[in-house]
């Protein structure tokens, strides 16, 4: 079976795009992690502390 | 803590507000050099890969030597940016975007080779359609491709806070779109401790993945030849070998890039001599890692003395290929001279000469021109019209270019010396000139002679159009870094800052290994 997934013609294929697709996955789920993380209480009540947008238009509460 | 009312030094953003006339001139000049190359590779897909010097049996030539140098390259920004982080080294946080940028667009490049290589771009469709895992080449995607995306954001990841300090301190006339393209690249960044902790966490993470990913493409490219039964290629060494030999030339480009971009920016403050002494210092190790494995790959397969291992020994020692050998041997071995002269003690007895700029020129311009004779007696018109260069000729200018350039040599001997980062930066240059020669000299002498006996040896002369797609990748590379240079802080700003508020663990790491403390 293993010799099978070696040598058929296009499961090389979709081992590639596979490892693409668990790439972007993996490393678009660390950059949103960062994204959606939300600033503490006293930041965003001290003074000179302005919203900023987020990525997705919403502003930070 | 919220870092918006930071005060950020402005040099580090001048390069990317003000530009001057030098840098039009330089993308203009980089961006000409690349249009000549996509005219040149429009008339190859035209007229097909006869425009270039392969032909049976040589199938593969400068642009899979290009492909190979492109991808060693890369490795600097894993060295520099991953390794050195992993391992707490402190120096690295100037020069860290620098090479993780270099590692992005050399990926870039290096891919774009295959592209080039192939008469027919479009069937790499196939490797989709048709490919089969057993293959090498189909491991070498797969690796280049989860590289390129790691890399991607291995250096977006860090470059978020910077792009919020850019969103924050832009001035009122900036351009519209500067202001779009840092407030979208900076996703909302707002510094609060969560979202840092976050960063740091993702970063450490990217830096302790990338490290086997790296390792993993650059054994991956050299078992494309390893596991072929062809001589010189067919070798156990080739994996550890190829990745030695790609940090090696990274770091070596780092250097090369470090010295441009603290010159033109005036950074001296950030890229101090004590960063080209420790990267110096990491180059002297890999230059004796790859003396190491190179002596151990010629005398393995000299003192074995197999009939057609042998025949391409021969062709790289004493045949055709001697001399992008034997000059791959000697940039190697003057780049170590250079790196190490700083770090020997001053000779008592005998006085060093002062540097006289017109002898160095003198003796430098006459090496060029005699190596340039050289490499004109052996391209096609003299080859072509059967007239072989006089043997006894050859050796007395190759002893001749020999004499000059230990003369210019000792003309430079003192500045080398007294400047760590003009001798570092010359020894980087010989590096990856010698790396280059390298990934030549493994390609295609063992294309030119075949395992099976029988065969007549195979001719390879690169043609104008593989050496302007050449030119043309190389200035690519470059247009891609100034671009890159004239968008984003080259330096990381917010790692430089960090630096300050890391100072008291640094004191209190030392002290904990200190005895008695």
Not at chain 1, 20 to 31: D, E, T
Not at chain 2, 180 to 196: C, D, F, K, S, V
Not at chain 2, 427 to 441: I, P
Not at chain 2, 471 to 478: C, M, P, Q, T
Request: glycine share 8%; proline share 6%; hydrophobic share 55%.
């Amino acid at each position: 079976m293993f010799a099978r997934l070696l040598t058929e013609p296009g499961l090389g294929g979709l081992i590639v795009l596979a490892a693409l697709v668990l790439c972007l996955s993996f490393y678009g789920s660390l950059i949103l992690w960062i994204a959606r993380a939300r600033p503490t209480e006293e930041a965003t009540q001290a003074e000179g502390w302005e919203p900023h947008y987020e990525h997705t238009g919403r502003v930070h509460p | 803590m919220e870092r918006r009312n930071e005060p950020v030094d402005p040099r580090l953003i001048q390069p990317i507000l003000r530009t001057g006339a030098g840098y039009y001139l330089l993308a203009a000049f980089l961006s000409a050099v690349v249009a000549a190359g996509l005219y040149v590779w429009i008339r190859q897909l035209r007229l097909g890969l006869a425009v270039t010097g392969m032909n049976h049996p040589v199938y593969w030539g400068l642009y899979i030597t290009n492909f190979v140098f492109f991808i060693g390259i890369s490795h600097a920004g894993t060295l520099i940016s991953a390794i050195l982080r992993v391992t707490g080294a402190e120096w690295r946080r100037p020069i860290t975007r620098a090479a993780e940028a270099i590692t992005v667009f050399a990926l870039i490049v290096g891919a774009a080779q295959v592209i080039i290589d192939m008469g027919r771009p479009d069937r790499i469709l196939n490797v989709i359609a048709y490919g089969r895992f057993q293959s090498p080449l189909l491991w070498d995607v797969t690796s280049i491709t989860v590289y390129l995306l790691g890399s991607i954001t291995y250096l977006y990841l860090p470059l978020i806070p910077d792009m919020a300090i850019l969103r924050d301190n832009l001035p009122a006339d900036a351009p519209a779109w500067r202001r779009r393209l840092y407030t979208l690249l900076a996703l909302g960044w707002h510094g609060g401790p969560e979202q840092r902790r976050r960063l740091e966490r993702a970063v450490g993470v990217m830096a302790v993945l990338i490290i086997p990913i790296a390792v993993s493409v650059h054994t991956v490219v050299s078992w494309i030849f390893a596991m072929t039964l062809r001589p010189m290629w067919h070798s156990t060494i080739f994996g550890p070998y190829f990745v030695i030999g790609a940090i090696y030339s990274g770091i070596a480009t780092i250097l090369i890039a470090m010295a441009v971009i603290r010159k033109v920016f005036h950074l001296e403050a950030y890229l101090k001599p004590l960063h080209f002494r420790y990267l110096g210092m990491l180059l002297i190790t890999f230059n004796a890692l790859w003396f190491y494995f190179t002596f151990a790959e010629y005398l393995t397969t000299g003192y074995g003395g197999v009939p057609h291992e042998m025949r391409v020994f021969n062709a790289k020692l004493s045949g055709e290929y001697q001399a992008a050998f034997w000059a791959m041997v000697f940039s190697m071995a003057v780049a170590f001279v250079i790196l190490l002269l700083p770090h020997l003690p001053a000779p008592r007895r005998v006085r060093l000469p002062a540097f006289r700029p017109g002898y160095a020129l003198a003796t430098a311009g006459t090496a060029l021109a005699v190596a340039l004779v050289m490499v004109s007696q052996n391209v096609s018109g003299a080859t072509q019209a059967g007239l072989a260069p006089s043997p006894a000729l050859t050796r007395l200018l190759t002893w001749l270019l020999v004499v000059l350039l230990l003369g210019f040599g000792v003309s430079v001997l003192p500045v080398l010396r007294r400047n760590i980062v003009v001798g570092t930066v010359i020894a980087a240059f010989l590096v990856d000139l010698g790396m280059w020669l390298e990934r030549f000299t493994i390609v295609v002498p063992t294309e030119t002679r075949p395992m099976l006996e029988g065969y007549t040896i195979g001719i390879y002369h690169p043609t104008a159009t593989e050496w302007i797609l050449t030119a043309a990748s190389f200035a690519g590379f470059a247009l891609l870094y100034v671009i890159f240079v004239k968008l984003f802080p080259i330096i990381s700003i917010w790692e430089v800052q960090e630096a300050e508020e890391v100072i008291p663990q640094m004191v209190e790491k030392v002290k904990g290994y200190l005895p008695g403390v």
